[in-house]
């Protein structure tokens, strides 16, 4: 049970074991008022993106070795097979329209139907076309070349921004961290 107040001069913080913490106000208490005009949110927006590049940065690139090592991994177990465009879904996403094919193969004398989780424009296949496919059987999973090739694109796109922005981020904070030092130098000579 933490209680706090506000008070005009001063932050407290009154904690059940008896502590007692005042704050005096700081710039980062400023930090947590609203912008009070557009120039100062823009602003304080620019000054997070070095902050946001190094945190998610590798989360890019970590999203997108694993896409890679995982159509690494489809690419190896899976067998060459011509599939049959069943179904196109379809729907509006935030810059146009999306597709996702639902293909069909027949293994063993079993008829295999799998819906994808990718969804790409331009439209991939039409309904009917038989299409060179990829099928995993422990899976069930297929993919046509065109949507592995979409998936190898998002890897790769995922996996260089990921780098890139991190190296910026990482360049803002060591000349950041250089400005600051020489001055420090200039201020003692």
Known sequence: MVASQLLVSHLVIKVTTGIHISLKPTE????LRLPKSFLEFFIRSLKAVPYLAVVFGPVFALIGLW???STKQFLSE???VQAIVLRIDE???E???????????????QKVEYTGNLWT???????????????QRSSGKIMSERMIQSSKNLSESLLNLGVFSFILGICYFARRWWLTRTRAKETEG
Do not use: W
């Open 95 to 109: 810059k146009g329209r999306v597709y996702r094919p639902t293909f069909e193969v027949t293994d063993e004398g």
């Open 91 to 93: 729907q509006v996403g």
């Open 78 to 80: 899976s067998k060459d």
């Open 121 to 135: 424009s331009p439209k991939p296949h039409n309904v009917g076309d038989i299409v060179r496919a990829k099928f």
């Open 67 to 69: 896409e890679s090592q």
């Open 28 to 31: 980062e208490l400023n930090m």
